[in-house]
């Protein structure tokens, strides 16, 4: 029982899974701009965090010379594009007619571990969703990236990053002893969580994105109330519907930033390798 309810509890807030195998790299990046001991560990939120604060505009607080109305006019038309965009409609006048485009993954229900309100929630999942699409140069209404630009206030881009933290590596639940307890009575061979293979996309513009397919976690599978293993199947289609919300939500935008990163640190022990013979 224990295990059950401590299955739940860590797949409810701890998603680090979901990370792409870069998470697995940045413990050794080495790439030549050395960082300090002090500075946050790369892909942290932290270290998303400084980036949005050196890199982005700092726009402090929202427009002013735009009145409500406009800026409620601007909305609608963005959730509009959201509503059709990339979802092969004959809509005669919209970005993408005429294109055979793929947008970014959306979302039609609010996930059950976020706690945000739910104009909260359609503000973000709306403004990630924008994000995403500009950032794989995907054609947006012109309303769309007025209200894009509008919300793009430090605070929300910050914000923004925050949302991801259930599935960021550095939130792992510690190991509980209680649960160390209970594996001492169990067979060897029993299965482990990183056993559970889910489906992950693989077509454009997800590729070289390098998603794990594995929860890289070696606790054991939970059991039922009855003693029964938690079926894989069931487990598969948990991690999937996960990893669909970190992607619509702004992970997306995580690894196409990322991937930069992972070639320099491939590219840059590929030429340690080739100077010293070690890495």
């Not at 735009?66 to 965009?85: C, N, P």
């Not at 979802?87 to 947008?103: F, I, M, N, Q, W």
């Not at 077509?203 to 397919?213: G, K, M, V, Y």
């Not at 640190?265 to 890495?279: A, E, M, P």
């Amino acid at each position: 029982m224990y295990l059950l309810f401590e299955f739940y509890f860590y797949l409810t807030y701890y998603f680090y899974l979901i990370y792409s195998k870069f998470n697995s790299v940045t413990t050794q990046l080495a790439i030549p701009n050395k960082k300090t001991r002090f500075e946050p560990k790369v892909a942290s939120r932290d270290w998303w965090i400084e980036r949005i604060k050196v890199t982005q505009p700092k726009y402090a607080c929202y427009w002013t010379h735009f009145t409500k109305y406009q800026i409620g006019q601007f909305k609608a038309l963005a959730e509009l594009d959201y509503q059709v965009l990339g979802e092969r409609v004959s809509t005669e006048g919209a970005p993408d007619s005429g294109l055979a485009r793929k947008y970014p993954i959306k979302l039609t229900e609010k996930p059950f571990w976020l706690t945000w309100d739910y104009k909260t929630f359609k503000d973000f999942k709306l403004w990630t969703w924008l994000q995403a699409t500009k950032a794989l140069d995907l054609p947006i209404s012109k309303q769309a990236e007025t209200w894009f630009n509008y919300f793009s206030i430090e605070s929300n881009q910050i914000k923004a990053k925050e949302l991801l933290d259930p599935f960021r590596k550095e939130n792992q639940k510690e190991f509980d002893f209680l649960l160390q307890e209970e594996y001492n009575l169990v067979f060897p061979s029993a299965s482990c969580i990183i056993s559970v293979r889910f489906n992950t996309p693989s077509e454009d513009p997800f590729e070289d994105l390098e998603i794990n397919d594995a929860l890289q976690d070696s606790r054991l599978i939970p059991v039922t109330q009855a003693g029964e293993p938690i079926r894989k199947t069931f487990l598969k289609k948990y991690l999937e519907d996960r990893l669909r919300e970190y992607l619509a939500l702004g992970g997306l935008k995580e690894l196409l930033d990322r991937k930069p990163l992972i070639f320099a640190n491939k590219s840059y022990q590929l030429h340690s390798i080739g100077t010293f013979g070690v890495t």
